[in-house]
């Protein structure tokens, strides 16, 4: 069995790194060549066609001065045409020069060339390279001129009639012909008097090309390994901060939430990495705290409950007890079983809210009706302990949301107003619409709330003062509801309390349109 090869982040950096290199230098490589090939080939295409124009110049210069036509008449018969191809022997002005640098010359007619004309082209070879092979021809293809080097091959030629008197522009063919087993470049080029091919072997283009290829096949290797091994050390030294961070990560546990890793200097990957570690970190410790602190507030709000039940049944059973005392301790049992169940209700609310099991329906609800309903059921207790609840509503208001979690939320902010006012104090109710809002003011005559207890009135089992609420039953967890069925209506709430002078809660919803 083949264990799975598994790479490192250093490792798969190094590789990504080597293969853009590697496909980078190929491009390049293949540009470069095709460049260079093109540049080369063009140059050779330029300086044949030079070398082609300047000796038609040649010729027809020489010819206009000569005052004698080089081309000549149409054959009248194909027989006499053959003849002419088959060639006459000429005569020539300086007949060792000429065979010495020129060649040998076909004509069917010496009187046809002048001297002036050979002389001038035996001038323009002086001019250029040996390298060069040149041939002329007459318009019929039959060769009448060719440099020594071409010795006894010959190169093709455009043989196309052309009736006397017509104009003829300068055109050009390229291709490539085999000559003695080499690979030559070859121009052919007409005029009205003429036609001329240039070639020239490509052996010097193909040997540049040649070291070209090779000088990049020996560097792409060696570019490449340094590439890499560059790429493995940047790599290296760009993942360190990484492992440490990850050292000091795994040093941090729960008992020590409070340590925090090292700020980078720089404001750059690592540096926001670290930061967003530390920000995880805090919610972490203060989520952690915020778990020891429930534990210990539901340890406690479940606690007292369970101690009176025990101790109560404990007393109904050591001792023989009247029916109206057995009565009156199993009523004080039942309430705080119901005290219990309203905890455990709670907390299984609060748990489904933060998981998102919890089905809110959003549909139409009037509002004003509703705030109405609730301050008619709290009246009740108001009147039994003497606290005045008056109401400023207005009407017709809507919003979209869940009914019963809205009743159940106003409900209990409505009713704490009351709870926590003394008696022959008041509560004040008011609901209207600012903007696009719906705003509820609930606000109270109690004692008030001291500054430093008002962020945390929404935290589970919180109480502002002990002996302010030691004779208020509750559960500690009605607010945070509230908050919860606030913020799934897009809502908002807050409090605004002044010690001695009493409490105002605003809740505000936006408007159904």
């Not at 293969?19 to 330029?46: F, G, K, Q």
């Not at 340094?226 to 990850?246: Q, Y």
């Not at 570690?277 to 534990?295: G, H, P």
């Not at 705030?371 to 606290?387: N, R």
Request: proline share 3%; charged share 25%.
């Amino acid at each position: 069995m083949f264990e799975t090869v598994k790479f490192t982040l250093r490792a798969k950096l190094t590789l990504m790194y080597g293969a853009l290199i590697a496909t980078t230098m190929v491009a390049l490589a293949v540009i470069a060549y095709v460049t260079v090939s093109n540049e080369l080939m063009t140059n050779l295409d330029a300086s044949l066609s030079r070398a082609s124009s300047s000796l038609l110049a040649v010729l027809k210069k020489e010819q206009m001065q000569a005052r004698k036509p080089l081309l000549r008449s149409k054959p009248k018969t194909r027989g006499a045409k053959t003849a002419v191809r088959e060639g006459l022997k000429l005569q020539i002005l300086n007949e060792a020069t000429k065979r010495e640098f020129v060649g040998p010359l076909r004509s069917d007619d010496s009187s046809l060339i002048e001297d002036p004309v050979w002389s001038a082209v035996y001038e323009h070879m002086l001019l250029n390279s040996s390298n060069y092979i040149l041939q002329v021809a007459d318009n019929y293809g039959v060769v009448i001129w060719k440099s020594e080097n071409l010795m006894s091959d010959s190169l093709p030629t455009i043989d196309v009639y052309v009736s006397e008197g017509a104009r003829v522009s300068d055109n050009r063919l390229l291709s490539h012909y085999w000559l003695r087993g080499e690979r030559h470049r070859i121009v052919m080029m007409r005029s009205d008097i003429a036609s001329v091919t240039a070639a020239y072997p490509l052996s010097e283009i193909d040997a540049t090309l040649r070291r070209l290829f090779a000088m990049m096949l020996y560097a792409l290797p060696l570019v490449l390994f340094v590439s890499v091994v560059t790429g493995w050390f940047i790599a290296g030294k760009s993942l360190r901060p990484v492992d440490e961070i990850t050292r000091l990560a795994r040093q941090i546990t729960a008992r020590n939430l409070g340590q925090r890793l090292p700020k980078a200097q720089n404001n750059d990957e690592i540096g926001r990495l670290i930061e967003t570690l530390n920000e995880m970190i805090e919610r972490l410790e203060a989520s952690f705290a915020q778990v020891k602190q429930f534990t210990s507030d539901a340890s406690h709000e479940l606690k007292t409950p369970l101690a009176i039940l025990m101790g109560e049944l404990e007393i109904a059973l050591r001792r023989q007890m009247t029916a109206d005392e057995y009565r009156a301790t199993l009523t004080s049992c039942l309430e705080e079983v119901e005290r219990l169940t309203h905890v455990v209700q709670g907390l299984l609310e609060l748990s489904r809210a933060e998981t998102g099991q919890s089905i809110i329906e959003r549909k139409p609800v009037r509002i004003s009706t509703l705030v109405a309903d609730v301050c008619d059921d709290v009246l009740l207790i108001a009147e039994t302990k003497g606290v005045q609840l008056t109401t400023d509503l207005q009407q017709d208001l809507q919003i979209i949301g869940d009914k019963v979690r809205l009743h159940q939320a106003i409900l209990n902010v409505v009713e704490n107003a009351v709870k926590y006012t003394p008696t022959g104090g008041a509560v004040r109710v008011e609901f209207r619409k600012v903007e696009d809002e719906l705003r509820l003011f609930v606000s109270d005559t109690g004692i008030g709330i001291a500054p430093e207890h008002i962020p945390h009135l929404f935290d589970r089992f919180y109480r502002v003062d002990k002996a302010r609420s030691k004779n208020i039953h509750g559960t500690g967890l009605g607010l945070a509801i509230v908050k919860w069925i606030v913020d799934v209506h897009h809502g908002t709430i807050k409090v605004v309390s002044s010690e001695g002078v009493g409490t105002t809660m605003q809740v505000t919803f936006p408007s159904a349109p």
